[in-house]
T-cell receptor
Framework: KAGVTQTPRYLIKTRGQQVTLSCSPI?????VSWYQQTPGQGLQFLFE???????NKGNFPGRFSGRQFSNSRSEMNVSTLELGDSALYLC???????????FGEGSRLTVL | KQEVTQIPAALSVPEGENLVLNCSFT??????LQWFRQDPGKGLTSLLL?????REQTSGRLNASLDKSSGRSTLYIAASQPGDSATYLC??????????FGTGTRLKVLA
């Protein structure tokens, strides 16, 4: 069974640009969550989607957005990038958001 | 507001030692608790998931316990090996489709 796949794995952007990250969950999993990991703040919850609906959102500015498609694949977008957005962005899939999380390898974003 | 704390932040032990990692949470109203390991630059690997109705879970050399009333969980690693070196994170699900993570314990097992 394939695991959670995140693309791209690494990317470098400059301030003011935007970025889109992609996540393909484990087959059969309908819940996808996104987390930001930084050395200073640790793992912070961004948002969770289930069957194309956002069920919960963390305390991040509106520049951070996401969506989920009918095949459960998810994307997150960050607009008007700031230096502080440099982080490892992790996607996790779950059967329904309750029975544990399974993470991908993450997308490492560097903002210059 | 749920807060999750992991102590110690870092731990260094000789190979073969049995060890215990601690996780504390402030609100006992949780649905489950999950332990992960993270290798440098990698994603999180799920180790054990304990539902709120359970007291412990075991997988190989790992055993995790949960005491909701005291807001504590421990991860016991038996006969530690250098390959166990990683950061170990615990996370609780307070019931709102998100998990709250601790800051992790960085473990180094010396050969």
């Amino acid at each position: 069974k394939a695991g959670v796949t995140q693309t791209p794995r690494y990317l470098i952007k400059t301030r003011g640009q935007q970025v889109t990250l992609s996540c393909s969950p484990i087959s059969g999993h309908r819940s996808v969550s996104w987390y930001q990991q930084t050395p200073g703040q640790g793992l912070q919850f961004l948002f969770e989607y289930f069957s194309e609906t956002q069920r919960n959102k963390g305390n991040f500015p509106g520049r951070f957005s996401g969506r989920q498609f009918s095949n459960s694949r998810s994307e997150m977008n960050v607009s008007t990038l700031e230096l502080g957005d440099s982080a490892l962005y992790l996607c996790a899939s779950s059967l329904d958001g309750a029975w544990g999380l399974f993470f991908g390898e993450g997308s490492r974003l560097t903002v210059l | 507001k749920q807060e999750v704390t992991q102590i110690p932040a870092a731990l260094s032990v000789p190979e073969g030692e049995n060890l215990v990692l601690n996780c504390s949470f402030t609100d006992s109203a949780i649905y489950n608790l999950q332990w992960f390991r993270q290798d440098p630059g990698k994603g999180l690997t799920s180790l054990l998931l304990i539902q709120s109705s359970q007291r412990e879970q075991t997988s190989g050399r790992l055993n995790a316990s949960l005491d909701k009333s005291s807001g504590r969980s421990t991860l016991y690693i038996a006969a530690s090996q250098p390959g166990d070196s990683a950061t170990y994170l615990c996370a609780v699900r307070p019931g709102t489709y998100k998990y709250i993570f601790g800051t992790g314990t960085r473990l180094k097992v010396l050969a």
